[in-house]
């Protein structure tokens, strides 16, 4: 039998392919009705169709909010990078809904779902009954203690309130004002998430933003429809994902990008086959070297000075039909592939970015 706990999507995804060869139990501690989620719920439409989602289907219409073509990305000093992909590019999700119909879908394959905790109290008997235990429990890393396997362990800390704003019903807008992260506005229906990540309390960083909008006259109610707030982790290459009996996958093993703090397609990608011998070698393979590209994009990005993030916006925007037409929101080494094949913007690049900072590339 093969133990799979956590039923947010890495859960719910690897019992649906466990579940095809191998007796599956999904174990979940919310129930279907309450379950309460972290998350901007951004998707992209590759990313969907990467995990065997076709956005436009019936069944989609249940968990599909909204859709998207494009982004706004504001340097620290207001210069503007507009991406228009000229067509659906990303959809925006109830997560609640999108949980619960990856939920439907394991089930639907076979697994059996226990609304059950799994803690160190019933782990051992856990332990003696199944075969193997995959771990998709978020960012809980209590398992990973009482198993006494590493979990990953540094974070950002994110914050989002819902609220009515005046924006743009196709565009997600980004700002490049967070130390080490961004802050984004995401259109869902007649309100917004408007949220970020910080390396400590997002909360002062979110009033400030909050605060820019109001002076914008952008909030057109001041009342906030839903806090939220959550952890995520950053992707650390070197931390093991497969063991004899156990396998991590999703948040559990830190499958997320580090540029943008999303891990629901990327860890629902490796999560399909947390359930095989050889696991980790098989995800490293396909995603494995994309982490790896947000990461360092991540950690350039984080020790650029304010003008000279401003210069890179400046340079990217002169660039823009590249990222239309390269750019993909999971796989970096699209656009990464397409930059280094245009030799006037690697010459720009290049003479511009400090040398230092290169060497983290
Ligand atoms: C503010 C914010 C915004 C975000 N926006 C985006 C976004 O726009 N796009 C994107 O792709 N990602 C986004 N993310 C990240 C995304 O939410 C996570 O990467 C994703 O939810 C990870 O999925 P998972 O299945 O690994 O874990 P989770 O979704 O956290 O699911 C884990 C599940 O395990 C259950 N569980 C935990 N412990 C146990 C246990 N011991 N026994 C039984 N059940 C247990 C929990 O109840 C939960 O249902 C965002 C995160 C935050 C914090």
Redesign the pocket.
Known sequence: MIAV????????IAARYCAKEHETVL????KKES?R???????SKSGLHRLGINPRSDSAKAFIQNSVRGAKIYSPLGSLLEIDGGMDKAYVTD?KAF?NHLLDKATDAGAELQN????KKNLGELKSKADKIIL?????Y??HKALNINAPCEFLY???YEMKIECESDYVEMYLDVPGFFSWI?PVDDYARI?L?APDNPVPYLEEHIKRLRKEKRIKEPAIREK?????PMYNPGLRTEYPKVSL????AG??KAT?????????LA?KNAGIEGYEKIWKKEIGKELYLHLRVRRFLNNLSEKNADKLIRLLAENKDLIEKKGDMDMASHLLNGFLGRPSFMARFILQAPSHLLDQL
């Open positions: 706990v956590g039923g947010g999507p890495a859960g719910c174990f979940e501690t919310q379950r989620v972290q998350c901007s719920g951004l998707l997560r949980d059950n905790t799994i803690d998709a429990t978020g960012t809980n209590n398992l994110g914050a989002q995401i949220g990540c939220n707030y959550g952890v995520i996958a999703g948040d559990a499958q997320v943008t703090g999303g891990g629901v397609i990327i860890g629902g999560a």
